[in-house]
């Protein structure tokens, strides 16, 4: 049971280029989110999916698209990266019970030049 | 999601308790006080989290005062690893609602 994996774990992309940051878990869960953390700052919710089929904006998803190809794969695509998209993404996905945590992945370090 | 309040940071001598404070005087009456923490950089840790009773797991204990205004986690003896930043969040606990995250407190455990 390895949770919530992402990969690559880190990427240095130049301005323009495109990619997309993996996310799978196995744990069954429901929901599925994506978060960016910038330098001293706490985590921004990007986008997230109640539900296989279903995505929505978070609180800052200028820049980004996402696929949920599955229930347990949820995956964020930067079309043109930007500078300002340079941070530490984080994957996380919750199930639906009355707990209600979310299980964070390790994090995908991402650099734009 | 209530907006918390939270000190940037503490510091708790090594083997003591830890006291982590937190206000949310907004609370609303379905929102339940969830704590998280992130070690250096990972992804954050669910700790624990509560409506209006008193919680404790193997982690932590959460101790709500009676008009909800505010919360403090309990670390009954801190460690070094325990060395962290916490996030108190608060949220309605239907579905599943996103976690809006502050910026936290940073504690530091002393040797």
């Known amino acids: 049971n390895a949770g919530v994996t992402q990969t690559p774990k880190f990427q240095v992309l130049k301005t323009g280029q495109s990619m997309t940051l993996q996310c799978a878990q196995d744990m069954n869960h429901n929901s599925m989110y994506w978060y960016r953390q910038d330098p001293g700052m706490g985590l921004r919710l990007i986008y997230y999916s109640a539900s296989e089929g279903t995505t929505d904006k978070g609180e800052v998803p200028n820049g980004y698209n996402v696929s949920r190809l599955n229930k347990r794969e949820f995956s964020l695509r930067l079309e043109s990266a930007a500078p300002s998209q340079t941070s530490v993404y984080f994957c996380?996905?919750?199930?639906?019970?009355?707990?209600?945590?979310?299980?964070f992945g390790p994090g995908t370090r991402l650099t734009v030049t | 999601d209530a907006k918390t309040t939270q000190p940037p940071s503490m510091d708790c001598a090594e083997g003591r308790a830890a006291n982590l404070p937190c206000n949310h005087s907004t609370i609303s009456g379905n929102e339940y006080v969830y704590w998280y923490r992130q070690i250096h950089s990972q992804g954050p840790q669910y700790i624990i989290h509560g409506l209006k009773n008193n919680e404790t797991n193997e982690m932590a204990s959460l101790i709500i005062t009676e008009d909800r205004k505010s919360s403090t986690l309990i670390l009954p003896h801190a460690t070094l690893r325990d060395t962290a930043v916490y996030y108190c969040?608060?949220?309605?606990?239907?579905?599943?609602?996103?976690?809006?995250f502050g910026t936290g407190t940073r504690l530091t455990i002393i040797p």
């Open positions: 969040i608060v949220r309605a606990n239907f579905g599943n609602e996103k976690l809006t």
């Open positions: 996380a996905s919750s199930g639906y019970s009355a707990l209600g945590e979310q299980y």
